[in-house]
């Protein structure tokens, strides 16, 4: 999975910079580009699964993604690991 570092814009208006994130961009073979990714945030930002949000990647790249899943690890309680997918193309 390359490494990008990325704006996410949320819906409540809280956005993040500089974020550290991950994307695995599909075979578009099939006419339709499919991606997905992860990223770690702070606890405290509060993704939440089926939240949207839009992004954009250090090389330009913007797209809509949807969180499919986060992952809490109590061991490490001031971060999450949130894993999304894209809604649409990343152009």
Same mark, same amino acid.
């Given at each position: 999975?390359p490494?990008?570092?990325? !704006? %996410? =814009?949320?819906?409540? /208006? *809280?956005?993040?910079?500089?974020?550290? %994130? !991950?994307?695995? @961009? /599909?075979?578009?073979?099939?006419?339709?580009?499919?991606?997905? /990714? =992860? +990223?770690?945030? !702070?606890? *405290?930002?509060? +993704?939440?699964?089926?939240e !949207? +949000?839009?992004?954009?990647?250090?090389?330009?790249? *913007? /797209?809509t993604?949807? @969180?499919?899943?986060?992952?809490?690890?109590?061991?490490?309680p001031?971060?999450?690991? @949130?894993? +999304?997918?894209?809604?649409?193309?990343l152009?």
């Open positions: 999975m490494l990008y570092f990325a !704006r %996410i =814009e949320r819906a409540n /208006g *809280k956005s993040l910079d500089q974020v550290e %994130i !991950r994307v695995t @961009v /599909g075979d578009p073979s099939s006419g339709r580009q499919s991606w997905s /990714g =992860e +990223f770690v945030s !702070r606890s *405290k930002d509060g +993704f939440q699964p089926d !949207r +949000f839009r992004l954009t990647l250090n090389n330009g790249q *913007k /797209g993604a949807s @969180v499919s899943r986060t992952h809490f690890d109590s061991r490490a001031e971060a999450t690991r @949130v894993e +999304f997918t894209g809604l649409g193309s152009t």
